[in-house]
Structures are given as structure tokens and as C-alpha cells.
């Protein structure tokens, strides 16, 4: 279907930080597959631990346990070890981990005593996936026209405001749904009093605080998950994009007393959880969970973001501002973000499209300074262009 609008250029081959496509030209991919490649492109552990397990079992559904590193409690136990989580189902998709997680907060709710509490509180520009129910929980109008009507069950606040949070919760409220950094929405950072707001405000009223570090997750802002900077911790959390490297995968972690409810043929996937997938995450976590590699991370972004902030006082008539956390970065454009990302495109580095006519930055999470001043001098060049 032509659901999607794509530049003339087809990629054959990646290595690293970079792209090559069927001409043999080198793009700097600052776009990751949208925060999906998070060590970049044919990474030689990733590579190891797909390859071998190809040569084994590929899918055997969940109605049997594969071993080693292709099984789904070895991964679940290390989420396990390194979170909030006591419990982890594995999906495909972040759509898939979220709309878990829905489930989540709702059977919890109803084996507690409580089955008028279903309806979820969400926020303005979000951003949760393409189901029919995660549209209904963002209410974007690009995401819902023609899609009608909307699926019941979820109350829209401003993103920020705990102020309307408050006033928003009815007896019917279960849980509260937030991304701790909105990327589709504009590179718009949740502040840490934000997010400790929620998690008291859920506490003061039995309501479960719902996270989707879908995109947030899996070391992009520095921390494993970005609540992690805020020193709070959620009931149920959405995770994807990073957690299989450019592999389909997804999970759903929940603490014990949220998950009370998930047992037996409460819910389920064929896909989810398969052997190849458990090896790739297992090879991710083996890179991730290294000792200095998220303080790497960390470093690298502060480069990063200061070389950013020095374009913009330089270029005022191009770039207002810089927005994110760690390597979730924004630039707010004055031309459109699309004539922005074409020029970036053309001289060699890849970005993404977010709301608020922002463009988006996502490099692989294993960059160095090298990556990091070439892709400003693309960058420098580009505002050059656009202002003459």
C-alpha cells in the first residue's frame, strides 16, 4: 500500500554509524531506523549471535521453552535484573508491548477489586503506535482521521501539567500512560518533578504509572530507561526499537503486583518471544549492559548536544533550538522540518521527521567524536545553504 513517502534512494549495505546505498554512496545515518539501531548497522556481536541461532531453531511458538541464550527466561531474567520488572512478556512491536501493557493496567484493576477503574490517562502529541487503540490514546488528528470512531477509554491532558492530571481522574481511572521524552511529538522532555509528580499522583489514588520507553529505552538517553534519571519507577513499562538492535522485538515488564492478573491464556502472541529474536536481545543486552558503556553514551551525547547548541547561536535564522536528552536530540527548524531533511539528506546525513516542525536526531549509540563532527559540519553546511 503507498502509505509511505520515500526519497529515491535504495540502501544495499550498512557498517557501523553508516549507510551505502546502491550507487555506493555513504550517508552518516543519524535516523537509526528511528531509534532502532542502537549499535548501528551489521554489528559483529549482533551479526554472531543471529547467524548461529539461525543454524539451530528459528520459531518453535510459545507453547515450548527453547534453551540458552534463544530462550525467553534468560533475557527475562536479565530485563528483570537490570529494572523495576519482576515479569516480562516478549512482543514484536513496540504497538504490541504497549497495547500489553494496557492489559496490564486493567486486569490489575479488575483482580483488585476494582473493574470500574479501565480508562487511561494520556497526553497531548503523543505517540504510542498505529493500532486503533494507540491512536485513540494519542488523538493526533494525523493519526485518526478516517480511522473512526475512536476506541473509548482514554482521557487527554496536557504533557507537563499535573494540574490537569489531577483534575482529569474519575472513578473509572486505572492508569496513567506517559513517554518520559516524546520523540514523534517534538523532541518534548518530560522534567524529572514531572515524572515524580505521576508517580505520586498514581500512589495517592491506586492508579498504575504506565511508561512507554519504547523509543526512550535501552540506554538512548544515557540511562538504561529514561524514568531511571528521576529516581522513580513505573508499575508497567512498554519497550522496543533499541531492545532487539534492528531485530523485531518488543516487551512488556511489569512488577508482580501489577501483573497480578497475567496468568494463564490471558493473553499471548505467536511471534513474540522467538528464538531469534531472544538472541539478538540477549546480544544487545551483552553490548549495553557492559561496564562504561551507557557512561560512553552519556559522554559522547553532552559532546553532541553542545556542538548542537553552538550551531544554533550560529545559524538563528535556521535553528531556535536544541531539545532532547542524551542521544534522543532535536533541532526546532524555522523552514520546514521536510526542506531541512532533504538538504541534510543530499550532503550526506540521515535524520527523522518529528512534531512541532522539529528534525530529529538518533545516531547509533556507539559513536564517537569523529561521527559527531562530521555530522555538525553537515549540519553547518546545511543552515549555510538553506540561508542563502
Known amino acids: 500500500m503507498p502509505t509511505y513517502s520515500r526519497p529515491d534512494i535504495e540502501f544495499e549495505r550498512g557498517e557501523g554509524a553508516y549507510l551505502f546505498d546502491t550507487a555506493g554512496r555513504r550517508f552518516l545515518d543519524f535516523a537509526s531506523g528511528v531509534a532502532v539501531n542502537a549499535l548501528g548497522h551489521a554489528h559483529p556481536h549482533l551479526v554472531k549471535a543471529l547467524t548461529e541461532q539461525a543454524q539451530k531453531v528459528w520459531h518453535i511458538s510459545n507453547l515450548f521453552k527453547a534453551a540458552g541464550t534463544a530462550g525467553q527466561y534468560g533475557l527475562a531474567q536479565r530485563l528483570v535484573d537490570a529494572t523495576f520488572?519482576?515479569?516480562?512478556?516478549?512482543?514484536?512491536?513496540?504497538?504490541?508491548?504497549?497495547?500489553?501493557?494496557?492489559?496490564?493496567?486493567?486486569?490489575?484493576?479488575?483482580?483488585?477489586?476494582h473493574p470500574e477503574r479501565?480508562?487511561?490517562?494520556?497526553?497531548?502529541q503523543a505517540f504510542h503506535g498505529r493500532s486503533t487503540s494507540a491512536i485513540s490514546a494519542a488523538q493526533q488528528e494525523k493519526l485518526v482521521k478516517g480511522f473512526g470512531p475512536l476506541v473509548p477509554g482514554y482521557d487527554l491532558v496536557a504533557f507537563g501539567n499535573l494540574n490537569e492530571v489531577r483534575a482529569a481522574i474519575t472513578p473509572e481511572t486505572?492508569?496513567?500512560?506517559?513517554?518520559?521524552?516524546?520523540?514523534?511529538?517534538?523532541?518534548r522532555v518530560g522534567s524529572e518533578d514531572f515524572l515524580r509528580g505521576l508517580r505520586a499522583v498514581c500512589d495517592e489514588?491506586?492508579?498504575?504509572?504506565?511508561?512507554?520507553?519504547?523509543?526512550t529505552g535501552m540506554g538512548r538517553t544515557g540511562k538504561l530507561f529514561a524514568h531511571e534519571w528521576a529516581g522513580v519507577a513505573p508499575d508497567v513499562m512498554a519497550v522496543a526499537k533499541g531492545i532487539g538492535g534492528g531485530f523485531p522485538l518488543g516487551a512488556c515488564?511489569?512488577?508482580?503486583?501489577?501483573?497480578?492478573?497475567?496468568?494463564?491464556?490471558?493473553?499471548?502472541?505467536?511471534?513474540?518471544g522467538n528464538p531469534l529474536a531472544m538472541a539478538v536481545g540477549n546480544a544487545?543486552?551483552?553490548?549495553?549492559?557492559?561496564?562504561?558503556?551507557?557512561?560512553?553514551?552519556?559522554?559522547?551525547?553532552?559532546?553532541?548536544?553542545?556542538?548542537?547548541?553552538?550551531?544554533?547561536?550560529?545559524?538563528?535564522?535556521?535553528?531556535t533550538e536544541v531539545r532532547g536528552k542524551g542521544l534522543l536530540l532535536g533541532?526546532?527548524?524555522?523552514?520546514?522540518?521536510?526542506?531541512?531533511i532533504e538538504r541534510l539528506r543530499a550532503n550526506g546525513l540521515l535524520s527523522v521527521a518529528a512534531g512541532d516542525n522539529v528534525v530529529r536526531l538518533l545516531p547509533?549509540?556507539?559513536?564517537?567524536e569523529a561521527e559527531v563532527d562530521e555530522a555538525i559540519g553537515i549540519l553547518d553546511r546545511t543552515a549555510r545553504e538553506l540561508a542563502s
Open 253 to 272: 515488564l511489569a512488577s508482580e503486583k501489577a501483573a497480578v492478573g497475567m496468568t494463564g491464556g490471558t493473553h499471548g502472541s505467536t511471534y513474540g
Open 284 to 319: 544487545v543486552l551483552d553490548v549495553v549492559l557492559a561496564p562504561g558503556f551507557l557512561d560512553g553514551v552519556e559522554r559522547i551525547a553532552g559532546v553532541l548536544q553542545r556542538r548542537m547548541e553552538d550551531l544554533v547561536r550560529k545559524h538563528p535564522a535556521i535553528f
Open 118 to 124: 479501565w480508562r487511561i490517562i494520556t497526553f497531548e
Open 205 to 215: 489514588y491506586g492508579l498504575l504509572l504506565m511508561l512507554d520507553e519504547i523509543q
Open 331 to 340: 533541532l526546532k527548524s524555522v523552514p520546514t522540518n521536510t526542506t531541512v
Open 85 to 113: 520488572a519482576d515479569t516480562v512478556f516478549f512482543t514484536n512491536s513496540g504497538v504490541e508491548a504497549w497495547e500489553c501493557a494496557v492489559k496490564v493496567c486493567r486486569k490489575y484493576q479488575y483482580e483488585t477489586g
Open 364 to 368: 547509533p549509540l556507539v559513536i564517537g
Open 174 to 187: 486505572a492508569a496513567i500512560c506517559v513517554e518520559p521524552v516524546q520523540g514523534e511529538g517534538g523532541i
